[in-house]
């Protein structure tokens, strides 16, 4: 027998059989559609031989922000045959929002509900890390799920529910982890998500009143960079009763319209003012109507001129038959919501309309032009106005005006206003120095057939 020829027969052999086990070993890392830890394999390979795999499904996840739904992020991960045990699961994103955003600030403004395998959602709140070295990092603790050799499957499904008031840019990147009861590591994937605007939770809105009475809402989604309004809807009938009615303040509607504003009161023709408190509720934008008091038929002119005292409350300002205006200032009680009256002064009649603006109003003269005057919050009561600033010229063939706020969030689209043909049109404001504000004249057409109303608010 030849000795050396049978020692390297036998070397040969045993180091295709060492290739083959290494191969039953490596295949599924290079086969999965998930990173596969290895670290665990060879500790564990005596209890759980085959590796367990998890995977984001669909890839990165779109979650969007404001008056939304919540958005659904599901992970899967598949078990070996046999596999029993803890098996741990944690999101860890090592990179969150920029924009001036905090990573703690992300973690508090985002809500997630956890449900493992179909099962009812739990509450699984973000958190940061709590030292130097994790306080960047944004962790989501899974529910544990314990197999056993009774419930025994093949996957294991986390969806989460997720969701955020705030408008939160880009999103989270970073890993999802599993480990078993040990702490050892099973396995791990990409998990991303990105956030996308939704619906502004503060939407601005205006009123628009038709021939036969009825109120309607016509709402913006908040949007940057939009200036179209949503199609309307129908706050109700009856309406017709009232020859002026006006905003106290802003008007929006959404989860974050809570506070000073979107209050409406509305004079009747027998001269008797009535409050309507806002919800900020888009179904049912106001409350019942109180009565402020009779009497208000004596003024040509009534409109609200939002908080122009800093007190979290409401003002208002009248126009008498004689050209002199009155202030009326809020007490934020809705069953006597005015103090009694202040004298401001006379000369208001040279102006064909007074329109409600936050914190003051705009006027406008025989000669369209606008005039804004701009709430004096730290000067007497008698004089709660600043001197006028030309707002902008050119408005005489305009029927009808209304405050904007802001339509397409920074865009600066302040004055809304209806032209002879019944189109409705929106101004650019400008902020380009301190203390002066007026509009660019740059106009963007955001309607048609608005000859319908009446009243614009």
Known sequence: MNTTHHLTRRTRLAFVAGIAVLASVTAPLTTATAYTATTPVSKAVAENPAPVTVVQEGGPTNVATGDVPASKVRF????????????????????????????????????????????????????????????????????????????????????????????????????????????????????????????????????????????????????????????????????EIYNTITRLGKTAVGSASTGVGHDLVARDKAGRLWFYRGTGQPGTPFKRRTLVGSGWGQYTAIVGMGDSRTDRVNDLLARDRDGVLWFYRGTGDPARPFKTRVKVGGGWNKFTSLTSFPNGIVAKDAAGVLWLYEANPTGVVAAPLKAPQKFGVGFGTYRALAFGDDLGWGEGKELVARDASGNLWAYEGSYSYPGKRGLTGKRTQIGTGWNIYNTLI
Not at 204 to 209: E, G, N, Q
């Open 76 to 239: 899967t991960a598949t078990l070996p045959a046999g596999f029993t045990g803890d098996v741990k699961a944690q999101l860890v994103f090592t990179r969150t929002p920029g924009a001036g955003w905090e990573p703690r600030q992300v973690a508090s403004a985002l809500d997630a509900t956890c449900s493992l395998n179909g099962g009812p959602y739990t509450s699984c709140p973000f958190d940061t890390g709590h030292d130097e070295y994790t306080e960047g990092i944004i962790y989501l603790s899974l529910p544990t799920a314990t197999v056993t050799t009774k419930n025994a499957g093949t996957t294991l499904t986390w969806q989460l529910l997720v969701s955020t008031k705030a408008m939160l840019v880009d999103g989270l990147g970073g890993t999802i982890n599993l480990t078993d009861a040990a702490g050892t590591a099973l396995a791990a994937a990409p998990a991303q998500i990105n956030f996308v605007e939704g619906r502004a939770t503060s939407r601005p809105t205006i009123y628009a009143r038709d021939t036969a009475g009825t109120l309607w809402q016509y709402e913006s989604d908040g949007k940057y960079g939009t200036t179209a309004y949503s199609r309307r809807t129908k706050v109700g009938g009856g309406w």
